[in-house]
């Protein structure tokens, strides 16, 4: 659903942010403008990038070319997991056939759900690649800032 609203001139009883901010359009060379409201939220870390980027990824590089996949660099290892783990499944009610597709990417998701995605590539790494990732810590993030 889209919420829109509009300012309508000559209403005494909008707030003063919507009297300013078309004060602002109204200054602008453009006859065109968007203006695009959405919740915020905080986003993954550098830290939680740098750790899954260089610790858990090139780990898993070699654990699955030892399974036989024949992954060249981490950057197919990424598009692995997401497809893993960030996919949802869709079945056709006609033919059975099973489709996944990508539910969100890791650059959007917030703090809570990187660390989730990192803690699922933890616990598949251990269960099926019998491999394990180490917990970043305090000595880790000290050389990464």
Same mark, same amino acid.
């Given at each position: ?14 707030? +003063?942010?919507?009297?300013? &901010? ?5 200054? &602008? $060379? ?14 993954? %870390? ?5 750790? &899954? ?13 030892? &399974? ?34 990508? +539910? ?6 917030? %703090? ?6 990192? +803690? ?9 690649? $019998? %491999?394990?990732?180490?917990?970043? %810590?305090? $000595? ?6």
């Amino acid at each position: 659903m889209n919420n829109r609203f509009y300012i309508v001139k000559g209403r005494d009883d909008i707030p +003063d942010i919507f009297i300013k &901010l078309e004060k602002y359009i109204d200054d &602008l $060379d453009s006859n065109i403008v968007q203006i695009v409201v959405t919740k915020g939220r905080k986003g993954r %870390t550098n830290r939680q990038n740098a750790y &899954l980027w260089g610790v858990v990824y090139p780990i898993l590089l070699p654990q699955f070319n030892r &399974l036989g996949w024949e992954f060249t660099s981490i950057d197919e290892v990424h598009e692995w997991c997401l497809n893993k783990f960030c996919s949802k499944e869709y079945i056709n009610k006609h033919t059975g056939e099973v489709v996944y597709l990508r +539910d969100i990417s890791s650059s959007r998701m917030n %703090t809570l759900e990187f660390m989730t995605y990192i +803690d699922n590539i933890s616990d598949f790494a251990i269960e099926f690649l $019998d %491999t394990e990732i180490p917990a970043p %810590t305090l $000595d880790y993030w000290k050389g990464k800032e």
